[in-house]
């Protein structure tokens, strides 16, 4: 609402030429508020604004714009005020927004940026997405280790002009290998001795990554080591970027997001909610909803096959929604438990047996809990059953349908991980599909038993 309130204000500095106020607005807050003030503007509207700051604060604000904000104002603007934006945002970021526009643009404004930066751009957009070189920035502190603390100190100051993070401060030789690092915190403390040399107190024992690791190992890296940045190198141990932690944060967004939207049977959209299609967005939804309605269809299904049973045995109906919930459930739960554990690194497929057996464990225990509700249940509010042996068919088949669901949900997402599948893909929907028609074939096995 705050924004909308302040958007004519805005419009009238605009049609005024109020350079003064813009410029103020530009710098007065954080980039992140200012962008939430300019939401409303017009793409046009907003680069007249974004033209009255330097180009750091310029670059600083658009990064804040959602993607499609981005791609208008790249396709509608000035091609050489964009090029001279675009050379100012951080290298992992631009190659990210020049993904989505059209070629031909993408051609024009890389012919009109200096050759370093083109080549830099060109070279990370060749990188796999998902690996490490997709996601990391080339702008990194290089220092030489014969220099001096004192030395080292007034070449960060001078290369800090150029870069935004100088968390740690990397050592390579003439040919660009990593040897060691020292940390800006090193640095400041070793000012008691200036004159000594920074391969006196590099670390050398270096954890990196190489530039075609998976961004999954890298998350894990960074977060189990508590890295606030770790260098990329290529086979050859040449320095190629770092990934900050910023980076590695918005990974694990897009894939909690990602995930999240799996979990309910969604395939992840490639922009907001809103600004996606209506027939992209039935696409996706309803790829997965064919799926799950011809696992439904497989239910309906084996249901007929029971169907004269079910005439004679017409008392064991109202029971079937209760039975094919608990191992729907039970199973959905499993898999999530599972799918979070494989996610944080806390099961590797080697351990398969003992989440095997665990998950029996637990099905018993919460199938002989639901067994005991289940024949009280079943003994006073339906009267109608036959005996004690036609009240012990529900408890019985809820203790085998629940262990078939923990089962069935832990290991279906180590049977996706085992193929190299995304384990999100085996959605909650997705198992309650399975464990539906399981527990429809458990159920009416046990009833003929009992009562044949």
Same mark, same amino acid.
Request: proline share 4%.
């Given at each position: 609402?705050?924004?909308?309130?302040?958007?004519p204000?805005?419009?009238?500095?605009?049609a005024?030429?109020n350079e003064?106020?813009?410029?103020?607005?530009?710098?007065?807050?954080?980039?992140s508020?200012?962008? *939430?003030?300019?939401?409303?503007?017009e793409?046009?509207?907003?680069?007249?604004?974004?033209?009255?700051?330097?180009?750091? @604060?310029r670059a600083?604000i658009?990064?804040?714009?959602d993607?499609?904000?981005?791609?208008a104002?790249?396709?509608? @603007?000035?091609?050489?005020?964009?090029?001279?934006?675009?050379?100012?945002?951080?290298?992992d970021?631009r190659? *990210?927004?020049?993904? !989505?526009?059209?070629?031909?643009?993408?051609?024009?404004?890389? %012919?009109r940026?200096?050759a370093?930066?083109?080549?830099?751009?060109?070279?990370l957009?060749?990188y796999?997405?998902?690996?490490a070189?997709?996601?990391m920035a080339?702008?990194?502190?290089?220092?030489?280790?014969h220099?001096?603390?004192?030395?080292?100190?007034?070449e960060?100051?001078? @290369?800090?002009?150029?870069y935004?993070?100088?968390y740690?401060?990397?050592?390579i030789?003439e040919?660009?290998?990593?040897r060691?690092l020292?940390?800006?915190?090193?640095l400041?403390?070793g000012m008691k001795?200036p004159?000594?040399?920074?391969?006196?107190?590099m670390?050398t024992a270096?954890?990196?990554?190489?530039?075609?690791?998976? +961004?999954?190992?890298?998350v894990?890296?960074?977060?189990?080591?508590?890295l606030?940045?770790?260098?990329?190198?290529d086979? +050859?141990r040449?320095m190629v970027?770092?990934?900050t932690?910023?980076?590695?944060?918005?990974?694990?967004?897009?894939?909690?997001h990602?995930d999240?939207l799996?979990?309910?049977?969604v395939?992840?959209? +490639? *922009?907001?909610?809103?600004?996606?299609?209506?027939?992209?967005l039935s696409?996706?939804?309803?790829m997965?909803?064919?799926?799950?309605?011809?696992c439904?269809?497989l239910?309906?299904?084996?249901?007929?096959?029971y169907e004269?049973?079910?005439e004679?045995?017409?008392?064991?109906?109202p029971f079937?929604p209760l039975?094919?919930?608990?191992?729907?459930?039970?199973?959905?739960? %499993?898999a999530?438990?599972?799918?979070?554990?494989?996610?944080h690194g806390?099961?590797?497929?080697? @351990?398969?047996?003992?989440?095997?057996?665990?998950?029996?464990?637990?099905?018993?225990?919460?199938g002989?809990?639901?067994?005991?509700?289940?024949?009280?249940?079943?003994?006073v509010?339906?009267?109608?059953?036959p !005996?004690?042996y036609?009240a012990m068919?529900?408890?019985?088949?809820?203790?085998?349908?629940v262990?078939?669901g923990?089962?069935?949900?832990?290991m279906?997402?180590?049977?996706?991980?085992r193929?190299?599948?995304?384990?999100?893909?085996?959605?909650?929907?997705?198992v309650?599909?399975?464990i *539906?028609?399981?527990?429809?074939?458990?159920?009416?096995?046990?009833?003929?038993?009992?009562?044949a």
């Amino acid at each position: 609402m705050v924004n909308t309130l302040f958007l004519p204000e805005l419009r009238e500095m605009l049609a005024n030429k109020n350079e003064a106020e813009l410029r103020e607005f530009c710098s007065a807050l954080h980039p992140s508020r200012i962008a *939430d003030f300019m939401d409303g503007l017009e793409p046009a509207e907003a680069w007249q604004i974004l033209s009255r700051a330097n180009l750091t @604060q310029r670059a600083e604000i658009f990064g804040y714009f959602d993607r499609s904000f981005q791609d208008a104002i790249i396709t509608t @603007q000035d091609r050489d005020e964009v090029a001279q934006l675009i050379a100012q945002i951080p290298s992992d970021d631009r190659v *990210d927004i020049l993904e !989505g526009i059209d070629e031909d643009i993408v051609s024009d404004l890389l %012919s009109r940026l200096p050759a370093s930066e083109r080549r830099d751009i060109m070279r990370l957009s060749q990188y796999p997405e998902g690996t490490a070189g997709s996601m990391m920035a080339t702008e990194f502190v290089r220092l030489r280790e014969h220099l001096s603390i004192a030395e080292a100190i007034k070449e960060v100051g001078r @290369q800090s002009e150029q870069y935004e993070t100088i968390y740690y401060l990397y050592i390579i030789d003439e040919e660009n290998h990593l040897r060691g690092l020292v940390s800006a915190r090193q640095l400041l403390a070793g000012m008691k001795k200036p004159d000594t040399k920074l391969s006196d107190i590099m670390d050398t024992a270096l954890i990196s990554v190489d530039v075609m690791d998976d +961004e999954a190992d890298v998350v894990d890296k960074v977060a189990r080591l508590d890295l606030l940045a770790i260098p990329v190198v290529d086979g +050859e141990r040449h320095m190629v970027g770092i990934i900050t932690h910023d980076d590695v944060i918005d990974v694990v967004r897009e894939g909690a997001h990602d995930d999240a939207l799996r979990s309910v049977a969604v395939e992840p959209l +490639e *922009d907001t909610y809103l600004n996606t299609p209506v027939l992209i967005l039935s696409w996706k939804r309803g790829m997965w909803l064919l799926i799950l309605f011809f696992c439904a269809l497989l239910t309906a299904m084996a249901l007929q096959q029971y169907e004269e049973k079910l005439e004679r045995w017409a008392w064991l109906i109202p029971f079937i929604p209760l039975i094919i919930s608990s191992g729907g459930n039970s199973g959905s739960q %499993s898999a999530t438990l599972v799918i979070t554990a494989l996610a944080h690194g806390h099961v590797s497929m080697q @351990q398969w047996f003992e989440v095997v057996v665990r998950e029996i464990i637990m099905g018993l225990v919460l199938g002989f809990s639901l067994a005991i509700l289940g024949l009280v249940t079943t003994m006073v509010f339906f009267p109608t059953v036959p !005996g004690w042996y036609g009240a012990m068919i529900v408890p019985i088949t809820l203790v085998l349908v629940v262990v078939c669901g923990t089962v069935t949900g832990s290991m279906l997402p180590l049977i996706f991980k085992r193929i190299g599948w995304d384990p999100a893909l085996m959605s909650n929907p997705f198992v309650a599909g399975i464990i *539906d028609i399981l527990g429809i074939v458990i159920y009416m096995t046990v009833a003929t038993l009992f009562l044949a």
